[in-house]
């Protein structure tokens, strides 16, 4: 199955930038999709961006959250996705889960691999 490790969580005051890496192995051929759901204490998960992997043409979609803050990337030759957060809130405070799916997602319903998380905190 897929396997996925986040990396770059941490304590970042208000204003501040955080950048987010996840890298996949054991993914097979064909299309996949990655990216990134937040979890905050008592709160549903809840989807922030994703970016389709190993096409020639990136596309790109955000939760309105995160549009104009937050810019999700790739590297697809090296199945890794990057999560770039800037003017960060502490709303944003949560667990960040990297993500991955053979379809398109904006629910946890559609996700079929998740990473362990990492940990945001934004102080104000």
């Known amino acids: 199955q897929v396997q996925l490790v986040e990396s770059g969580g941490g304590l970042v005051q208000a204003g501040g930038s955080l950048r987010l890496s996840c890298a996949a192995s054991?993914?097979?051929?064909?299309?996949?999709?990655m990216g990134w759901f937040r979890q905050a204490p008592g709160k549903e998960r809840e989807f922030v961006a994703r970016?389709?992997?190993?096409?020639?043409?990136?596309?790109?979609v955000y939760a309105d959250s995160a549009k104009g803050r937050f810019t999700i990337s790739r590297d697809s030759a090296k199945n890794t996705v990057y999560l770039q957060m800037n003017s960060l809130k502490p709303e944003d405070t949560a667990v960040y889960y990297c993500?991955?799916?053979?379809?398109?997602?904006?629910?946890?319903?559609?996700?079929?691999?998740w990473g362990q998380g990492t940990q945001v905190t934004v102080s104000a």
């Open positions: 054991r993914l097979t051929y064909g299309a996949w999709h």
């Open positions: 993500a991955a799916a053979r379809g398109r997602f904006t629910t946890i319903h559609s996700v079929d691999s």
């Open positions: 970016i389709n992997i190993g096409w020639e043409n990136a596309l790109t």
